[in-house]
């Protein structure tokens, strides 16, 4: 499993920006997709997931409102999309993905990508 997450860059509080995943190397009908962030100094925390096969999402209480995670099947890829951004968004975001037998939408993710760093200044 390969995940190439990309996207990030600075932005000013109240931006938006989406942040992409690109998936290759196995069938990911049966897998949950996430996106984890990491700010600095701080432990790596859930963002938001998505089970492929029926869409459905889960979002940390942080980015709901304002995150909408979403996928292509046809280009297997996942986004990430950030409205109205805040400062305290501030982190590296990471692509992350495991089989769906897995159970929980937060945590058990075993296939993770490189991050792509999102600064947001006030």
């Known amino acids: 499993v390969q995940l190439q997450a990309s996207g990030g860059g600075l932005v000013q509080a109240g931006d938006s920006l989406r942040l992409s995943c690109a998936a290759s190397?196995?069938?990911?009908?049966?897998?949950?997709m996430a996106w984890f962030r990491q700010a600095p100094q701080k432990a790596r925390e859930f963002v938001a997931a998505i089970k492929w096969n029926t869409a459905s999402t889960y979002y940390a209480d942080s980015g709901k409102g304002r995150f909408t995670i979403s996928r292509d099947n046809a280009k297997n890829a996942v986004y990430l999309q950030m409205n109205n951004l805040r400062p305290e968004d501030t982190a590296v975001y990471y692509c992350?993905?495991?089989?769906?037998?897995?159970?929980?939408?937060?945590?058990?993710?075993?296939?993770w990508g490189q991050g792509t760093l999102v600064t947001v200044s006030s």
């Open positions: 992350a993905s495991k089989y769906a037998f897995v159970t929980g939408w937060t945590s058990g993710y075993n296939y």
């Open positions: 190397g196995r069938d990911f009908s049966s897998y949950f």
